[in-house]
């Protein structure tokens, strides 16, 4: 009987510590689509040693805009190739997101803040909220192999 018990109470310790991990699992390569629904570029989410955390383009889907560089970026940014680019920063963790943050788009050269959390029904999608103000827009990005 007490094997039984201990035995349960392991299991169920284990099943939610593989939830906890599940919902904290954003780093990796994600696939970045466009409103089309086609995959544009492969970001990496990773964490600094400061516990910030990045995303960074690894990789551009199409080969004739691999040496697209960031025109409309300001500052350090301007005239930096995209394949390559950081264009997120400044995330922390807060609950089951991360929040707090900084993405541009590459193409318009804007900064919006944003958040990312895993999607609670599929861990292999991750949502990408960019927003000024009250006003946002959330993408979904599917985990790259």
């Known amino acids: 009987m007490k094997r039984y018990i201990l035995f349960s109470v392991l299991f169920i310790a284990c099943g939610a510590l593989n939830d906890?991990?599940?919902?904290?699992?954003?780093?990796?390569?994600?696939?970045?689509?466009n409103d089309q629904g086609k995959v544009n570029s492969i970001v990496?989410?990773?964490?600094?040693?400061?516990?910030?955390?990045?995303?960074?383009?690894?990789?551009?889907?199409?080969?004739?805009d691999r040496d697209k560089i960031c025109t409309e970026c300001k500052g350090?940014?301007?005239?930096?190739?995209?394949?390559?680019?950081?264009?997120?920063?400044g995330l922390r963790k807060d609950g089951n997101e991360y929040s707090g943050?900084?993405?541009i788009h590459p193409k318009s050269g804007k900064v919006y803040k944003v958040k990312i959390w895993v999607d609670e029904d599929n861990p292999d999608m991750l949502k990408v909220r960019g927003y000024v103000a009250f006003f946002y827009k959330t993408m979904t990005w599917e985990r790259a192999e």
Not at 23 to 33: E, M, S, Y
């Open 44 to 64: 990496k989410i990773f964490q600094k040693d400061d516990g910030e955390v990045c995303g960074k383009v690894v990789r551009i889907t199409k080969e004739e």
């Open 101 to 103: 943050g900084e993405i």
């Open 76 to 89: 350090d940014l301007k005239n930096k190739p995209i394949e390559g680019l950081q264009l997120m920063h």
């Open 20 to 33: 906890a991990c599940a919902q904290d699992d954003i780093f990796g390569k994600w696939k970045c689509t």
